[in-house]
C-alpha cells in the first residue's frame, strides 16, 4: 500500500469507525445493516476487519485553469480551508463534495501536483506496490496535460519514469564498465479506440527495434485481451529514464485525437501505458481516459461518429459500473463490460493495489453540469471500501473474511447513505430557505399589490387633475387666441385712425395751402392795385374795378377805419394820392415806392423791406399751439406748426419809418393810434381770405365787416395768440414801439416748402445784399 501523500490525509476509514456510532434511524436499510452486524455479537472478527479494511481508490480533485483567457469565468467551484472539499456552487445553492484531496491547477502547476499526490504512490512501486493512476473527467479538463504534461513542464508520466528509474547515472561494475544503475522497467503503452484494443509500441510492417518496437510503422496492431492481460503486447525495457521517456513521447503522438466541440485535440482513445517492475513486482499503471462527455456533449455528428463516442463511453460507463458494483458489494462486478475494465480488473481486485482516480475538472460555470457529473462519480468511487487480505486456506477464514469484506462494503455504503441524507438535509434547508424566501417575496407583492391597487384607486383624481390641467389649457389658449385676435383688431382700427387722420390732415394742409397762395395771391394784387391806384393814368381803371377801391370802400364804412383812412386822406390831401399810398405803405411797414416799375419787379420791390419781420396771416386752428413748450411736447402741435404757413416780410428801408409817419400823423389828434392802424391791417389781411370770395359776389359792406369781425378774430389776439408771433417775440406793442427801418439793400426770397412741392411756399426771407 502506497503511502500517504504528504499534507494528504487519508480520510478516517468508515470502517475504522464504531458502526454502532451511525445513527439508527438514517434508513431502514442502514437499521438493517447494522442489526446484521450487531446481530451477531460473536462475530468480532469481522468487524475487527472491517477495521482493518481500507480504501482502494483515493480521489483527488484537480481543477484546470484558464491562463490563456484574458476574462476568467467566475469559477463555479470553491475550495474548501480543509483542502479536502469542493463545493461547487449551483443555481439552487451548493454542494460539497468530499475527496482525499483538492488541487487547483492556477494554486498548483504539475510539479507541485505531482510531488502532492503522486509521488508517494510512485515511490511505491518502486519497492513494489501497485498502483494505477487514471485521468477522469470530461473532455477538456486536463487529463492529458496532466498526464503527459505541456511543452514548459512534463507530466505525470515522465516524472514517474524518471522517479522510478532514476537519473540514468551510471557506475562502474565489476569489469570496469559503465553499467546503470537505475531500475530496471518495462513498459507497455496500449490505446483503446473504438473498444478496440492497439499496441501503440508495435506496427503492422515489423521491423522493431530495440524491444520489439515497431519503425515506420503505418497501422497500429490490434491486441487481444486475455483474462486481465493484453496477449503478446510489445513492451520497451530499460533503466534509462531518457531514452525510455523519448520513446513514449513519439507513441503519445499516435493516440488517436480528434477535434470536438470541447477539445481542439481530443483524445477520442484510453490511453494505458504500463511499467512494471520485475525485479521488486511492482506496477504503475498510469491511465489517461477519453473524455467522459456524452455523444450531444461532444457535438459529434453522423453515425461514425456517434458510434465512436458511444464505444468510448463503453469504456467509461463500464467504469463507472464496475465501481458502484464494488461499491455496492454486488456480488458480480461488470469487468467484462468493456477492454478498459478488463484490463483494470486487478487494479481494483488485487489487494496489492491502490487506485489513484484524479478527477479533472472545469471551473467554467458552462461546464458545470459535466462537473458535477464527475464529482459525484469520484464521490462513489471513494466509498469503495477493501477489506483486508487474508489468506484463502481455511474455509472458516475464507468465510470470515468474506463477512468484513461485506461489513466493509456495508459500512461504506452506510457512510454513502449518511453522506446522501447530509445532502438532502441541505437541499431540505435550501428549499425551506427557498420557501420563506418565497413567502417574503409573496408578503412583498401582496404590498406592492395593495400599494398599486391604491394609486389605481387614486388614479381616478390624478386623471381628474390631469383633465382640469388639460381643460385649463385649452381655455387659456383659446383666450389667447382671442386676446390676440382683439389686439389685431385694435390695431388695425388704430392704423385705420390713423390713416384716416393723416388724409384728413393732408387735405387740410393742401386746402390751407391753397388759402395761403390765394391770399399771397391776393395780397400781391392788392400791393399791385394799390401801386396802380397811386400811379396815375393806368389807375382810373384800376380805381374803378380794382380790388383795392372796393378795398377802402369797405374800409372807409368802418368807423374805426374811417378815421384812420381819413387820416390817410387828410395827409392825402397835402400830398395827393402818393401821400396816401406811402401812409398805407407806412402802416403795412412797406417803403415808399414811388417808381412803378419797382412794384411791377417784385424783385425791386422787396429790396424795400426790412431784415425785421412780422406776421402777415396766421390760421386760427393753430393757435392752440401757441405755447413753445407745448410745442416741443406735444408731437402734433409740432405738427400744426408746420402747417402754419408763415410769411416773413423783411422790411427794410432808409425812408421814414413808421414812427417817423406817426410823428407826422401825432399833429392830428383825432387821428387813430398806430395800435388801431395795425389792428386795421390785420383785419384786412385776416379777411382777405373772405374779400376773395367777394370778388365775384359783391356784399354789402356793412355785411362783410360784419362777417369779417365775426370770422376772423381781433387782430390783437391774432397777433399775440400767434405762434409765430410768440416764436418771434413779435407782438403789436413791439410794432408799436419798434422803429422799423427800411433797407434798400434787402433782399427777398420765398422759400419752398421742400424740393418736392416747391408750389408751396412757406417763408418770405431776405437778406442783406
Ligand atoms: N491546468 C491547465 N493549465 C493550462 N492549460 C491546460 C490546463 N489543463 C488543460 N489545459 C489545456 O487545455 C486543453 C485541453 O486539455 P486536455 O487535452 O488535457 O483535455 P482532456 O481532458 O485530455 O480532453 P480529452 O478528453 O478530449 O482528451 C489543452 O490544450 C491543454 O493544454
Not at 17 to 26: F, K, W
Not at 335 to 362: G, V
Not at 432 to 461: M, Y
Request: negative net charge.
Amino acid at each position: 500500500m502506497a503511502p500517504t501523500p504528504k499534507n494528504q490525509r487519508t480520510p478516517t476509514p468508515f470502517s475504522k469507525l464504531n458502526l454502532t456510532q451511525i445513527p439508527n434511524s438514517r434508513t431502514p436499510q442502514a437499521k438493517h445493516r447494522l442489526n446484521f452486524t450487531t446481530a451477531k455479537p460473536n462475530s468480532v472478527a469481522p468487524v475487527a476487519a472491517a477495521a482493518a479494511a481500507e480504501h482502494p481508490i483515493e480521489v483527488i480533485g484537480r481543477i484546470r485553469d484558464y491562463p490563456d483567457r484574458k476574462e476568467k469565468p467566475l469559477s463555479s467551484l470553491q475550495v474548501n480551508p480543509d483542502r479536502e472539499t469542493l463545493r461547487v456552487k449551483t443555481d439552487g445553492g451548493y454542494r460539497d463534495f468530499s475527496f482525499d484531496g483538492v488541487s487547483l491547477s492556477e494554486e498548483e502547476d504539475i510539479d507541485e501536483f505531482y510531488k502532492k499526490f503522486v509521488q508517494s504512490r510512485i515511490n511505491g512501486v518502486k519497492l513494489g506496490d501497485k498502483c494505477t493512476v487514471m485521468m477522469y473527467g470530461p473532455t477538456g479538463a486536463g487529463k492529458s496535460y496532466n498526464m503527459f504534461g505541456s511543452s514548459k513542464q512534463p507530466g505525470i508520466v515522465y516524472r514517474s519514469l524518471r522517479d522510478i528509474l532514476g537519473d540514468g547515472i551510471e557506475e562502474n561494475d565489476e569489469n570496469n564498465e559503465k553499467i546503470s544503475v537505475g531500475t530496471f522497467v518495462q513498459v507497455t503503452v496500449l490505446e483503446i479506440y473504438n473498444e478496440e484494443l492497439y499496441d501503440l509500441l508495435s506496427t503492422n510492417n515489423g521491423g522493431g527495434f530495440g524491444f520489439g518496437w515497431s519503425k515506420g510503422s503505418s497501422s497500429k496492431v490490434r491486441l487481444e485481451v486475455i483474462g486481465k492481460k493484453a496477449k503478446n503486447a510489445t513492451f520497451i525495457s530499460g533503466t534509462e529514464a531518457t531514452k525510455i521517456s523519448k520513446e513514449i513521447q513519439k507513441v503519445e503522438k499516435r493516440r488517436t485525437v480528434k477535434s470536438t466541440l470541447c477539445n481542439e485535440r481530443s483524445s477520442r482513445s484510453h490511453c494505458m501505458m504500463i511499467i512494471d517492475v520485475p525485479t521488486v513486482g511492482g506496477r504503475l499503471m498510469l491511465v489517461d481516459m477519453a473524455g467522459s462527455e456524452n455523444i450531444e456533449q461532444a457535438g459529434q455528428t453522423g453515425l461514425d461518429a456517434k458510434m465512436q463516442t458511444a464505444k468510448i463511453n463503453q469504456g467509461n460507463s463500464a467504469l463507472k459500473r464496475v465501481v458502484e458494483s464494488i461499491a455496492n458489494g454486488d456480488s458480480h462486478v461488470p469487468f467484462r463490460d468493456s477492454k478498459l475494465t478488463m484490463l483494470l480488473q486487478d487494479s481494483f481486485e488485487d489487494n496489492k493495489s491502490k487506485i489513484l482516480m484524479i478527477l479533472c475538472a472545469s471551473p467554467d460555470p458552462k461546464e458545470l453540469h459535466k462537473t458535477i457529473s464527475t464529482l459525484e462519480y469520484g464521490a462513489k468511487a471513494k466509498c469503495i471500501v477493501r477489506g483486508p487480505h487474508m489468506p484463502l486456506k481455511e474455509k472458516g477464514a475464507e468465510d470470515s473474511s468474506s463477512a468484513v469484506i461485506l461489513g466493509s462494503r456495508i459500512a461504506a455504503m452506510d457512510q454513502f447513505i449518511y453522506k446522501l441524507q447530509m445532502e438532502n438535509k441541505l437541499k431540505e434547508k435550501e428549499c425551506n430557505e427557498a420557501k420563506r424566501k418565497l413567502i417574503k417575496k409573496e408578503e412583498e407583492i401582496a404590498t406592492l399589490r395593495s400599494k398599486l391597487e391604491l394609486v389605481v384607486a387614486q388614479g381616478g383624481v390624478e386623471t381628474t387633475e390631469e383633465d382640469i390641467i388639460v381643460k385649463v389649457n385649452e381655455r387659456t389658449q383659446m383666450l389667447q387666441h382671442e386676446f390676440e385676435y382683439k389686439i389685431q383688431q385694435c390695431q388695425k382700427t388704430a392704423n385705420e385712425f390713423v390713416e384716416t387722420e393723416r388724409r384728413k390732415m393732408e387735405e387740410r394742409m393742401f386746402q390751407q395751402q391753397e388759402e395761403f397762395e390765394m391770399l399771397r395771391r391776393r395780397l400781391e394784387e392788392i400791393e399791385s392795385e394799390l401801386w396802380h391806384s397811386r400811379v396815375g393814368s393806368r389807375s382810373t381803371e384800376v380805381e374803378e374795378n380794382s380790388f383795392g377801391k372796393r378795398l377802402l370802400e369797405m374800409y372807409s364804412e368802418d368807423a374805426g377805419m374811417v378815421k384812420s383812412m381819413d387820416l390817410d386822406r387828410s395827409i392825402d390831401m397835402d400830398c395827393g394820392k402818393k401821400a396816401e399810398s406811402n401812409t398805407i405803405q407806412a402802416i403795412l411797414g412797406y417803403p415808399s415806392i414811388t417808381n412803378p416799375r419797382e412794384i411791377e419787379d417784385p424783385s425791386i420791390l422787396l429790396q424795400h423791406f426790412t431784415n425785421k419781420s412780422f406776421l402777415s396771416t396766421v390760421f386760427e386752428e393753430e393757435e392752440e399751439g401757441n405755447d413753445s413748450e407745448g410745442d416741443k411736447e406735444n408731437p402734433y402741435v409740432k405738427e400744426v406748426q408746420k402747417e402754419v404757413i408763415e410769411e416773413k416780410a423783411i422790411c427794410s428801408g432808409n425812408v421814414s419809418t413808421v414812427e417817423d409817419r406817426s410823428d407826422d400823423l401825432s399833429s392830428d389828434n383825432t387821428a387813430p393810434s398806430r395800435k388801431e392802424l395795425i389792428q386795421n391791417i390785420f383785419k384786412l389781411c385776416g379777411n382777405s381770405r373772405e374779400l376773395s370770395q367777394q370778388c365775384t359776389t359783391p356784399v354789402p359792406a356793412e355785411k362783410r365787416v360784419k362777417d369779417a369781425e365775426s370770422k376772423s378774430p381781433p387782430v390783437k389776439e391774432i397777433v399775440e395768440d400767434s405762434p409765430i408771433t410768440k416764436n418771434h417775440n413779435f407782438s403789436t406793442e413791439k410794432v408799436n414801439d419798434s422803429k422799423e427801418n427800411f433797407n434798400p439793400n434787402l433782399e427777398l426770397k420765398w422759400e419752398a416748402a421742400s424740393k418736392e412741392n416747391p408750389e408751396i411756399i412757406t417763408t418770405l426771407t431776405g437778406s442783406l445784399v
